[in-house]
């Protein structure tokens, strides 16, 4: 009865009298004194400095031009033709002019970026069909309901569906070098710009039979109101580039975690003869497949060519958190430097 009674009654929840539940295991509780702290804190401040000044030493390497297009040259038409878009219409095209003073030296890579745009928004990060993207048959033809309100059109489902996929970002580029006597065109390479995870893991096309299209393992589905092309004819030059594959379409489904961003667009491909180096210094182009709208949130558009280092584009945030970091430990151990030498530095208790 004694035993019965003990693993029903208060007993039975007292914990096992064992040295982890007993709080007895071995412990070290350091003692914080002024010989211990202030050297530490030296240390981290000298750390942090020499960290930052690297780092600052490496972006500052880099080379980079940014050049805001929405309204440059003859875009201007372009941006006043999409004032009141409220679905994809017909392309317009501009061309703008810029040069480079200097040359850029490597692999040189091409960005578009937009400015007051908010992918970072709990309702538009949500929007989407994460199960769709990954070629699932059944979500193709009934896609989520947190694709809402882009989850049909004319009585057929989206694909891809959602408000992240609607708003993708559709303007094209063709950049031009202008020489001393030659006019080329700069070649990129389109390929290779996604996550490999993202591009062989979390986006797949639906499944189809060995007879099927592309187009036909899509049947009875819609493209987003905002797109020109349906999701299996976006990239025409480069089949194996279509449907949910399709790496802009991979890169824009990543969103940005701030308003203002870019996003890889292409890398320079340095076979020509004429880059075999890089970028050269002189003149350019730029013709605009002008599509993407930006008036509804008063946002900006540009395009940025950058060279990389080992620590990648040119990023100042980093290195200016270093060196701040560096100073505010560097002032604390100072002013505890202070502290203990005029009032501690006798005290036995201050050093023990």
Request: hydrophobic letters at 40%.
């Given at each position: 009865?004694?035993?019965?009674?003990a693993k029903t009654?208060p007993?039975?929840?007292?914990?096992d009298?064992?040295a982890?539940m007993?709080q007895?295991?071995?412990?070290w509780s350091?003692?914080?004194?002024?010989s211990?702290?202030?050297?530490?804190?030296?240390?981290?401040a000298a750390?942090?400095?020499f960290?930052g000044v690297?780092l600052l030493?490496?972006?500052?390497?880099?080379?980079?031009?940014?050049?805001?297009?929405?309204e440059?040259g003859?875009c201007?038409?372009?941006?006043?033709?999409?004032?009141?878009?409220?679905k994809?219409?017909k392309?317009?095209?501009c061309?703008?002019?810029?040069?480079?003073e200097?040359?850029?030296?490597?692999?040189?890579?091409f960005?578009?970026?937009?400015?007051?745009?908010?992918q970072?928004l709990?309702?538009?990060?949500?929007?989407?069909?994460?199960?769709?993207?990954v070629?699932?048959?059944?979500n193709?033809m009934?896609p989520?309901?947190?694709c809402?309100?882009?989850?049909?059109?004319?009585?057929?489902?989206?694909a891809?569906c959602?408000a992240?996929a609607?708003?993708?970002f559709?303007?094209?580029f063709?950049?031009q070098?202008?020489?001393?006597?030659l006019?080329?065109?700069?070649p990129?390479?389109?390929?290779?710009?996604?996550?490999y995870?993202d591009?062989?893991?979390?986006?797949?096309n639906?499944?189809?039979?060995?007879?099927?299209?592309?187009?036909?393992?899509?049947?009875?589905?819609?493209?987003?109101?905002y797109?020109?092309k349906?999701v299996?004819?976006?990239d025409?030059?480069?089949?194996?580039?279509?449907?949910?594959i399709?790496e802009?379409?991979i890169?824009w489904?990543?969103?940005?975690?701030?308003p203002?961003?870019?996003?890889?667009?292409?890398v320079?491909?340095?076979?020509?003869?004429t880059?075999t180096t890089?970028l050269?210094?002189?003149?350019?182009?730029?013709?605009?497949?002008?599509?993407?709208p930006?008036q509804?949130?008063?946002?900006?558009?540009?395009?940025?060519?950058?060279t990389v280092?080992?620590?990648?584009?040119?990023n100042h945030f980093?290195?200016?958190?270093?060196?701040?970091?560096s100073?505010?430990?560097?002032?604390?151990?100072?002013?505890?430097?202070?502290?203990?030498?005029?009032?501690g530095?006798?005290a036995r208790n201050?050093?023990?």
């Amino acid at each position: 009865m004694g035993k019965e009674a003990a693993k029903t009654g208060p007993l039975a929840r007292r914990p096992d009298n064992s040295a982890f539940m007993q709080q007895r295991l071995p412990a070290w509780s350091p003692m914080l004194t002024a010989s211990t702290v202030l050297p530490f804190m030296y240390c981290m401040a000298a750390l942090c400095m020499f960290v930052g000044v690297s780092l600052l030493i490496t972006v500052q390497g880099t080379q980079e031009m940014k050049m805001d297009y929405t309204e440059a040259g003859n875009c201007t038409i372009c941006f006043e033709a999409l004032q009141n878009v409220t679905k994809a219409g017909k392309s317009c095209f501009c061309k703008v002019l810029f040069s480079l003073e200097q040359e850029f030296k490597g692999d040189v890579f091409f960005y578009y970026g937009l400015q007051n745009f908010h992918q970072n928004l709990r309702k538009y990060m949500d929007s989407r069909d994460d199960a769709q993207m990954v070629g699932r048959k059944q979500n193709l033809m009934n896609p989520s309901s947190y694709c809402e309100p882009y989850i049909m059109d004319e009585n057929k489902p989206i694909a891809p569906c959602g408000a992240v996929a609607n708003s993708m970002f559709n303007d094209s580029f063709a950049l031009q070098y202008h020489g001393q006597s030659l006019n080329v065109t700069v070649p990129l390479y389109r390929n290779g710009i996604a996550w490999y995870t993202d591009e062989n893991v979390k986006f797949r096309n639906p499944p189809k039979n060995q007879n099927q299209t592309l187009a036909q393992a899509f049947e009875g589905t819609t493209s987003p109101p905002y797109w020109q092309k349906p999701v299996y004819k976006l990239d025409p030059d480069n089949p194996t580039n279509n449907g949910f594959i399709n790496e802009d379409l991979i890169v824009w489904m990543r969103e940005a975690a701030f308003p203002n961003f870019k996003k890889l667009y292409g890398v320079l491909k340095r076979g020509n003869e004429t880059f075999t180096t890089g970028l050269p210094a002189g003149k350019y182009s730029m013709d605009i497949t002008y599509n993407f709208p930006v008036q509804y949130f008063k946002g900006r558009k540009q395009v940025v060519l950058s060279t990389v280092t080992w620590f990648g584009g040119q990023n100042h945030f980093l290195p200016i958190a270093y060196l701040v970091t560096s100073g505010l430990v560097l002032l604390i151990a100072v002013f505890l430097t202070v502290i203990w030498w005029k009032f501690g530095r006798n005290a036995r208790n201050m050093d023990e």
